[in-house]
DNA sequence: GGACTTAGTTCACCACTTAATACATAGCCA
DNA sequence: TGGCTATGTATTAAGTGGTGAACTAAGTCC
């Protein structure tokens, strides 16, 4: 089934798109180069790079020399066209980071958040945190292509976009026409935390260059990001790769979702921790989660129960993997969020053979499982890149149509 | 990231595919119509339409008379252009069934197989299969389009079209060199039969009109058909959708696939009958499954352990549905599959139940499930949509440029 | 039979891509 | 220094496709 619409000048829109999105992910590239990359003629090439460069969305960068010729001219997407801001609301804090368009982070800005945050706090601090990492780095609104936001919840894209976010106690909040409310006019681009920092991973963690790739976030919650064929996949109302609330262990554990037997209540810190405790039988020590979950990681080596109980977790997280495997078919897991990050380093090899028992073994054999590569807190970078991501796929024409950018909320 | 490829005029083919499509699924439509509906000019509807009536693919349906004004001409995709075969190799059996373009079966062949038939056998059934079907239709080579074949087991799309199918004995066996060896010339397209079947239900069934969407299979083994906006979610080596070996009880029973806790293991006919079995402390009467399975869902009303395999049944597959609603947020499921319906058929509110407590609230809430409304050999029909499907992807375009209908293989 | 309506077609025009060709640059060789 | 060639870039001409506007076709209603 053809999708709908017609097609007029989208060609020439695909073809800026692609050229740019070349040069955005590839590096400096000659016109040549990009003609064979592409399959675009060269004259195409030339006609569509000389009219990015006028609009200043791309430059040159230096020649390379080649024996014996005229020397190519590098082109590449000029860092100073815009910039983006990226908002990661978590479910203690908000920060806001500002970067060029070639991502590089200009200022970035954190505020807490009190526990279950009602809206209007947390848009005060993403306007305020907004106008800060502006301030700081100097920059006028109308230098800024688009925010994006990353939420702890699932988000209802639509002509209204809504987020609900249990954990914080949002239900249907409507976050983009409150952030319009408080007067912010830029472009917004609205996602899940989890999407966006799968997003980041894909471009430039340990998913670069993977078109069908799982990145697997373990904290507190667990979540999933699964790109298809280079696009993260949303399903019909964009809350698709709920991975954590998955069954696991049909009438086993109780989640906080309400339901038992979730994954997220085996490899969620809350549930390895909740497990530990229980084969310990006294309270782990440490203030907060990550405390506790970092003594129980350094417990192990010397401690029966703590080597066990993380054993578990690996066997559970290998079996939820290997279903990821088995549904989606993916070239490549990567394992995130702080928790995962902190199993993986201890625990991979396991994993890997856990999930290697439970997949079945032609998926299994075409997947390679891995770290991420970006730390613990990509989200708000991932989020910066929905605005890019925007540009990138429209071949940056809606900025020349309408230069005011006006409404455009959808991610 | 801008997927691949140029376009020049890929417009023609595309907007060819759009109309072409629109006049396949939503029947006779007037070149009015056409143009409302797709957003197409009337002159490039005007333009399109008559070339594709020239090339035989459509024609004139008759007229609607209109009050006061010219009677707009009906336009239909004309069933004689060309035909399809489908053919289902299954565990037991090779069926090749002839349709014309609008899937009016025209004939029927079934031929028995050896339990693990070696691929030499099926392909021979094969090919005489399609001889006979045409034979018995008075139709020549030269007017079918292609051949689709479902398989039991994943297929891998590529430059060698390769089918792994465990439950057979087949390990990478290259179907299609296999058939061209055996003298087919018709184009080729091979896909796993759970693949095959979702696809009828999509096109013909349950699924109509949903753009994402799950067909679960459930028989002897269990699988999945996951629609991701109207085409069949296959991932990177088009293994996607193996449902049946999820983990869905940890370290639970037994499945073939030689992992513990697999779905298959509880809702494939097979794990229900080992439970009942077991529960019952001695043999199901019956020939076979099917036979025993029958016994088991007849037996329910009076006896309670039977009555009690269902219900933990119904739990178990409402729990597997509650985890595609998490991972994949369709907009409908469909059950389908010989066991899946008789299962359906009796337990469709408490799977419904049962997949409301384990799946989010708001997924869950956009999800309606039902059953599949294909009965139970939809396998061949699917696959004779893949040519058809092919045929409406190109706008029939490849059929003009190069009428010999040469080595196009992969789906 | 004339006014009005709706459906479908024709045509001039514009946008886009490509192939062919012209132009530019640098090293090599005499 | 002046060709010559290899390489890279720009330009032009030709072809294709989509669209809007004018136009034709085929009806109804008074």
Known sequence: MASKRTTVRDLRRHNRSLLLSKLYFD????????SQLTGLSAATVSNVTAELGEERLITEAGQVESDGGRPRVLLRVDPAYGHVAGVDIGETGVKVELFDLAMNRLATVEHPLPKAPDPATAVEQVTSGLREVFASAGIDDSAVLGVGI?????VEQGARVLVHAPTVGWDAVPLVSLLRDAGVRLPLFVDNGAKTQGQAEMWFGAGRGARHAVIALIGSGVGAAVVTDGTTYRGSTSSAGEWGHTTIAYGGNDCRCGARGCLEAYIGAGGVLARYRRVRGKDVPGEDEQAQFAALLEAAPRSKTAARVLDETAGYLGAGIANLINLFNPERIVIGGWAGLALGELLLPRIREVAGEHALRHPFSQT?????????DAVATGAATLPVADLLDQGATSRIVKPGAPDSDAA
């Not at 990353?150 to 699932?154: L, Q, Y």
């Open 27 to 34: 590096g400096p590239l000659s016109r040549h180069e990009l």
């Open 150 to 154: 990353g939420v702890p919840g699932t």
């Open 368 to 376: 390679s499982i891995q770290l991420g590569s970006l730390g613990l």
